[in-house]
C-alpha cells in the first residue's frame, strides 16, 4: 500500500511536471496560433501559482515536497529514495552533470519570470467570451 502511495505521488509530480511545461510552450505557441484558451485566466492563475511554488521552493534550498513525500514513501516500501529535486535527478541522469540546487534555483526563478512576462504579454482574458 505504501509502495502504490509513492508511486500515486510520484504520477501526481509527473502531471504537474507536464502541466507546467505544457503551459511554457502552449503560450506563446497559442498567440501565434490563436488559441482561446490559453488566455483563460484560472488555468493561467494555476499555471503562474504552480511555477511560483517550484521558484520558491529551490530560491528556499528545499527539495519539492512531493519529491520528499515520494521518496519518504518508497522508502518505507523499501525502494532507494533520494531528496534531489525530481528535475535535478532527471536532468543529472541525462546529462551526467550533478549540478547545485542554487543552479536549479536560478533555472526555475528564470521561468518564473518567463511566465510572468507572458502573463503581461500575453494577458488573460477577464470577460466570458475568449474569442478575439
Request: proline residues 5%; charged residues 10%; contains cysteine.
Amino acid at each position: 500500500m505504501v509502495f502504490l502511495a509513492a508511486q500515486a505521488i510520484f504520477w501526481v509530480h509527473i502531471a504537474i511536471i507536464a502541466f507546467n511545461v505544457f503551459g511554457l510552450i502552449a503560450i506563446p505557441l497559442g498567440v501565434w496560433l490563436g488559441w482561446a484558451f490559453i488566455r483563460v485566466p484560472w488555468w493561467r492563475l494555476l499555471h503562474l501559482a504552480a511555477l511560483l511554488v517550484v521558484a520558491l521552493q529551490a530560491v528556499l534550498g528545499r527539495a519539492c515536497f512531493l519529491t520528499l513525500w515520494e521518496s519518504d514513501l518508497a522508502a518505507r516500501a523499501g525502494e532507494t529514495s533520494s531528496n534531489l529535486p525530481l528535475i535535478q535527478e532527471w536532468i543529472a541522469r541525462l546529462v551526467f552533470w550533478p549540478l547545485p540546487i542554487w543552479m536549479f534555483a536560478l533555472f526555475y526563478v528564470a521561468i518564473f519570470l518567463y511566465v510572468v512576462a507572458l502573463w503581461v504579454l500575453v494577458p488573460p482574458r477577464w470577460s466570458r467570451r475568449l474569442a478575439r
